[in-house]
């Protein structure tokens, strides 16, 4: 077996045709073909099923790919590690954030270590399920995820700071006559939630576990821009982390009480090389604990007290 009977099979199952991995990969159709047969013949399996949609991975193909992509993600980076010169880093860096954190300061340590190390490729996306984003970074998919803090953090997992949340208020809404908003001030109010999956929702729910009557939920989003339109349009109450409210919103927004924060850590993948270690030291530590002030122009401390989970810190 080889990497590019790997990387082959896997863009099989990735396009569903053999005609489009040739495409994406940039080989022709035969050589493609002949490489699944070959590999096929040599473990005794069948990887893909042909169905009328296309080619299927089966069970086994599945149990395979996993450990392919495994495979073809260490061998990445052990060539870009062996090419990263002193002053200079090359290869490809797979980067993950748990939906609505680091949403401020990702994109500036990212900027930075584009125009510090012009040749490295960065590939970023979000993930609200913190379950499939643990799941990632045990499969070596991942060279460093940026996430929430919880009882199966790692031990080495680098703590960035606290990410704050607060109320996102329609328009009108009396309770932005205050400068900060009691969260047994909104009881009653509907709650545009987001998915049932996401950390985000498990804050909520953590924040409301006590609430009598159970809180109403006016919608479910998966992006947290779209919480907080909604939210300004009057739908109904969002609590989402501070740094994600953009600043034609902020007049909408109050901190809550008690204060709510969310820790957040970066995970980097095992042996992490250069690049995965270039990049933690362009993101701010601490993060800011707030990107706007209060009201008054006034940032204020709170003491923490414990929470009942670990996800979540809530202070008064």
Not at 158 to 163: F, Q
Not at 207 to 220: C, E, F, I, K, Q
């Amino acid at each position: 077996m080889s990497l590019r009977q790997f990387e082959y099979a896997l863009a099989v199952a990735e396009k569903g045709s053999v005609t489009a991995a040739a495409e994406a990969l940039r080989v022709a159709q035969p050589s493609v073909s002949q490489q699944i047969r070959g590999l096929e013949r040599e473990l005794g399996v069948e990887l893909f099923a042909r169905t009328p949609t296309g080619l299927v991975p089966t069970a086994v193909g599945r149990a395979f790919l996993r450990d392919a992509e495994a495979a073809v993600s260490a061998a990445r980076r052990a060539r870009a590690t062996a090419r990263a010169g002193a002053e200079e880093l090359v290869g490809e860096l797979v980067v993950s954030a748990q939906l609505g954190l680091g949403t401020r300061q990702l994109p500036g340590a990212l900027g930075a270590l584009r125009r510090r190390f012009p040749r490295l490729e960065v590939t970023v996306f979000e993930e609200p399920n913190s379950a499939e984003l643990e799941r990632l970074c045990r499969r070596g998919v991942l060279d460093l995820a940026l996430m929430a803090a919880c009882e199966r953090s790692p031990a080495d997992a680098h703590h960035l700071g606290d990410e704050e949340f607060v109320a996102v208020l329609g328009a009108g809404h009396p309770q932005l006559a205050a400068d900060r908003v009691e969260l047994s001030a909104l009881k009653g109010e509907p709650w545009v939630r987001f998915d049932r999956d996401s950390v985000l929702d498990g804050v909520l729910l953590n924040v409301l576990r006590d609430t009598d009557p159970a809180p109403v939920t006016a919608a479910r989003v998966s992006q947290t821009a779209t919480a907080v339109r909604w939210a300004a349009h009057g739908l109904g109450v969002a609590l989402v982390p501070a740094s994600v409210v953009p600043r034609d919103h902020r007049h909408l927004v109050r901190p809550v009480l008690p204060a709510v924060s969310q820790p957040v850590i970066a995970v980097l993948r095992q042996g992490a090389g250069p690049a995965e270690q270039a990049l933690l030291t362009f993101l701010p530590t601490p993060f800011p604990s707030r990107p706007f002030p209060d009201n008054r122009g006034e940032h204020r401390h709170h003491p923490r007290i414990n929470s009942a989970k670990p996800l979540l810190e809530i202070t008064a």
